[in-house]
């Protein structure tokens, strides 16, 4: 069972701190990952997309990918209370024809 | 513009109507995808369509029934519905090869 593992949260940072999120997969020939933001009861938003080992930067957002170890973070510096959201991080094989593991989501809450 | 718009926002239903829920993009993405999603939990696949042809029906049960009219719409029709089928109903867009998928705001449903 491929399977895409993230910690429920809550996860609870002061604003302006930076806030670590991260999620795991245990298919090994996975080869796209994604974080996507979801305010409650809105639709998930692509927010970073990362494909290759190392880090990615857009922004106040940073993705970083390490396929050895199976594990790709999200890092939001300078945390704004409109971050606050559940954080799903979905990842991609082409052996699944198109279809998208997803992890449970991190709940994020920054206080002002 | 870069946007997937979904009509209606909200729909109520008995279960013995037949509506529809509706899915436009405008990127000019050639896959489109349908998911369900309940709360607290991430979004489930549904169908995916690919230039035009369903590529992938996830088991659903037939008492829902997808249509892609074009590259460009998609619809999802609803009969003889169950209330454990009441969810938040996603409608997502991506290039062929991208897999970026980016969600409209859903349709909101719920089966009395």
């Known amino acids: 069972q491929k399977e895409v593992e993230q910690n429920s949260g809550p996860l609870s940072v002061p604003e302006g701190a930076i806030a670590s999120l991260n999620c795991t997969y245990s298919d090994r020939g996975s080869q796209s990952f994604f974080w996507y933001r979801q305010y409650s009861g809105k639709s998930p938003e692509l927010i970073m997309s990362i494909y290759s080992n190392g880090d990615k930067e857009d922004g106040r957002f940073t993705a970083q990918l390490n396929k050895a170890s199976q594990y790709v973070s999200l890092l939001i510096r300078d945390s704004q209370p409109s971050d606050s959201a559940t954080y799903l991080c979905a990842v991609y094989n082409a052996g699944n024809n198109r279809k998208l593991i997803w992890g449970l989501g991190t709940s994020l809450a920054v206080n002002p | 513009d870069t946007e997937v718009t979904q009509t209606p926002k909200h729909l109520v239903m008995g279960m013995t109507n037949k509506k529809s829920l509706k899915c436009e993009q405008h990127m000019g993405h050639r896959a489109m995808y349908w998911y369900k999603q309940k709360a607290k939990k991430p979004p489930e696949l549904m169908f995916v369509?690919?230039?035009?042809?369903?590529?992938i029906n996830e088991s659903v049960p037939s008492r829902f029934s997808p249509e892609c009219p074009n590259s460009s719409l998609l619809n999802l029709h609803l009969h003889a519905l169950q209330p454990e089928d009441s969810a938040l109903y996603l409608c997502a867009s991506s290039q062929e090869h991208s897999y970026e998928q980016y969600f409209g705001p859903g349709t909101r449903l719920t089966v009395t």
């Open positions: 369509y690919s230039y035009e042809k369903l590529s």
